[in-house]
């Protein structure tokens, strides 16, 4: 029987196995006939091809000499006429403001990219008052059929063409190198002007004159080929630019660097994914294609954000260690770069998906309503994404008024006193890992909601958990808790020097959610969790009121002494190092009287953790003052004088000693 149990085992995971084969082999099967009937129909339309495009030459011969093409010829000249001389029009009174910029001298990359942005919007809007003027006036000209397309096809070429030159001209600006926001040669950045200015007139005459020709002149094939001959000149420039880039790349070994293994070229990865890419779209389509191509540049912008964004601030970031963090008000700068960068990183992102749905041509309204399990998932996983992004820029956000605000306040240096900002120093560093905690868990429960998951069990299950936690951790919750109470009430500070009733004492360094560090004057380090602390004793808040006394011989007088401890202390007052750290000045009584001495009981009050050395200067000022009077201080030394008489002699010895001396003694 179990024999037969096992066969039957074996048979059905070999039928499962060669199941999921016959699958895979069929989806492989499908995959390749449809690349092989795209490859039969581009050769179909490259052998098509010829004819429309000689008809197409025919027609617009046999057009260009009749009435109707003179007047549009004529039309168009118009109408470049109206186009350049309304932008000329305008350069006449930006190009003194857009020379200014250029003659700009600039002291920083912050400067730097705040020029190259105004000169941004001032080429943009010349190349909005070309297109608008080019556009609108044709719509004024009456066409004849066809030409007025043919009229704004060729407008938006060059507006796309001029809009890539451009953005590739603020980034890489070959002159003046001043105003350049990435780092490179000169004529490296004319030659990225050249290779983007090709890619954007192949890719723009590839798109708009493909699409002409299939909608208006009814010439697909013609349409087809003009699209496989930019896609494939276009790969070939990028392949040919990264091969370039790699032939000018020195390895590790031929730099100098003391790498053992070279780094792996950049050049050659992205020729493989411009080869791949093109690959797809012969084999799969031009949405795969887009889309793929749009996530490669997602990531490689995503890449370069980081240093891109970080060189802005690179002379505030290198200079930053330099400066004390006490005195500065200005923000830290990589918290600015950290959140321009997070920012940033958003901003692709949604550009990407947003270049993915027209790319895809996406009916978004009937894409959410769609019951398609595939289509489903990606909507979700968007939200998931979304919260993500969202997520991130809330935390940048707090964390960088947190830091921020600690940045200002500095570090509490070991002699100072704790002043107002202690309880910050104490409070942010745990608000922000509490946000911090909040933040993740927020986006584990909000990412498995979007997902589908139910996490009303996983709510209900955490609160069992929890109370069990509770149950089994009682001392755990009760030093958390402690430690709420403790800071809600302001009890102790970083800093601040302080007593348990556990016996432990010392300087407030750290706090954390159950234990605080306390550092010991002679140095060690003790930590205890809240729920030990007991009773606690500050000694670092508001005042202190030190006293000690004087032991002076019994002959002095009283009144001379508390008069000159009096001056002393206004001495003490006066003094420019002593008197800002003493709130009430040096004062002393006569507090009791021994057999031959007098204790003078002196006080005074002080900030906290100032009293030693102002009770230090008080000693020295006192000690100096007694002996300028005259005055010593009374000895620890008492004498005791014993007297022994004959008789008491002779209850000790019945023989006396014949020249027994009179018994006297000094007893210490």
């Known amino acids: 029987m179990s024999t037969m149990k096992h066969l039957t085992l074996i ?162 600006s070959p002159r003046p190198p001043s105003l350049r926001l990435i780092a490179m040669s000169t004529r490296k950045a004319a030659w990225i002007m050249i290779i983007v200015g090709a890619l954007a007139a192949i890719a723009a005459t590839g798109s708009l004159v493909s699409d002409l020709l299939e909608r208006t002149f009814s010439a697909p094939h013609a349409a087809s080929a003009l699209r496989l001959f930019a896609v494939t000149l276009a790969a070939a420039i990028l392949l040919i630019a990264a091969a370039i880039g790699l032939r000018g790349r020195k390895t590790a070994f031929q730099s100098g660097h003391k790498r053992r293994i070279p780094a792996f ?129 809330a935390w940048v956000a707090i964390r960088t008024r947190i830091d921020h605000r600690l940045k200002q306040i500095g570090p509490l240096a070991s002699l100072d006193e704790p002043g107002p900002n202690a309880r910050l120093l104490t409070l942010l560093p745990i608000l922000r890992m509490t946000a911090a905690v909040v933040l993740a868990v927020l986006l584990v429960l909000s990412a498995l909601w979007a997902i589908g998951v139910e996490i009303t069990p996983l709510l209900a299950g955490a609160g069992v958990l929890g109370i069990a936690v509770g149950f089994g951790a009682q001392a755990l919750v009760r030093d958390v808790i402690s430690g709420f109470f403790y800071l809600a009430e302001d009890v102790f500070r970083v800093g601040e020097y302080i007593e348990s ?36 004793r500050n000694n670092s808040r508001d005042w202190v009121v030190e006293k000690f006394n004087l032991p002076l011989p019994i002959s002095v007088d009283s009144e001379q002494i508390r008069k000159l401890i009096k001056k002393v202390g206004e001495e003490m007052m006066e003094d420019p190092e002593i008197g800002p750290q003493m709130r009430e000045p040096l004062k002393g009584k006569i507090y009791r009287i021994d057999p031959g001495v007098k204790i003078f009981r002196c006080k005074f009050e002080t900030t906290p953790g100032k009293q030693f050395d102002v009770r230090a200067a008080a000693f020295k000022l006192i000690e100096q003052r007694l002996r300028d009077a005259g005055i010593r201080f009374a000895e620890s030394a008492q004498t005791v004088v014993l007297q022994q008489s004959s008789s008491f002699a002779g209850m000790i010895d019945e023989k006396p000693r014949e020249a027994a001396p009179p018994a006297s003694a000094a007893i210490a």
């Open 11 to 172: 048979v059905g995971a070999t039928l499962a196995a060669s199941s999921a084969h016959a699958a895979d082999a069929g989806m492989t099967m499908g995959v390749l006939a449809h690349s092989k009937a795209r490859i039969a129909s581009f050769i179909a339309d490259f052998a098509m091809a010829r004819r429309e495009f000689d008809a197409l030459g025919a027609s617009a011969s046999s057009a260009l000499m009749s009435g109707d093409g003179v007047r549009a010829a004529t039309y168009l000249l118009i109408l470049l006429m109206i186009g350049c001389g309304a932008e000329w029009y305008y350069w006449t009174f930006a190009y003194p403001p857009l020379r200014a910029i250029e003659a700009s001298p600039v002291a920083s990359p912050r400067q730097a990219a705040i020029l190259a942005v105004r000169r941004f919007w001032i080429v943009v809007f010349a190349l909005v008052i070309f297109t608008v003027a080019t556009i609108g006036a044709s719509a004024a000209f009456t066409w004849p059929p066809g030409v007025h397309e043919i009229v704004v096809t060729a407008t938006l070429i060059i507006v796309a063409i001029r809009a890539a030159l451009v953005v590739t001209f603020t980034l890489v």
């Open 265 to 393: 070229p950049k050049h050659f990865l992205a020729a493989f994914l411009v080869l791949a890419t093109y690959v797809l779209w012969i084999v799969a389509g031009a949405k795969a294609a887009a889309i793929v191509a749009i996530v490669l540049t997602v990531i490689a912008c995503q890449i370069a954000l980081r240093p891109f964004i970080f060189s802005f601030w690179k002379d505030r970031i290198e200079a930053t260690p330099d400066q004390p963090a006490a005195t500065s008000d200005a923000i830290d700068p990589t918290i600015i770069a950290g959140g321009a960068l997070a920012l940033a990183r958003l901003i692709v992102v949604l550009v990407g998906l947003a270049a993915c749905a027209i790319a895809l041509d996406l009916p978004l309204e009937a894409l959410a309503m769609s019951d398609i399990p595939i289509v489903r998932f990606g909507f979700k996983l968007l939200e998931v994404l979304a919260l993500v992004l969202l997520t991130n820029v």
């Open 501 to 536: 009733g556990s016996s432990t004492k010392g300087t407030v360094e750290r706090i954390t959610l159950r234990t605080v560090a306390l550092r010991h004057h002679n140095g060690p380090l003790h930590f205890v969790p809240y729920g030990s602390l007991g009773t606690v």
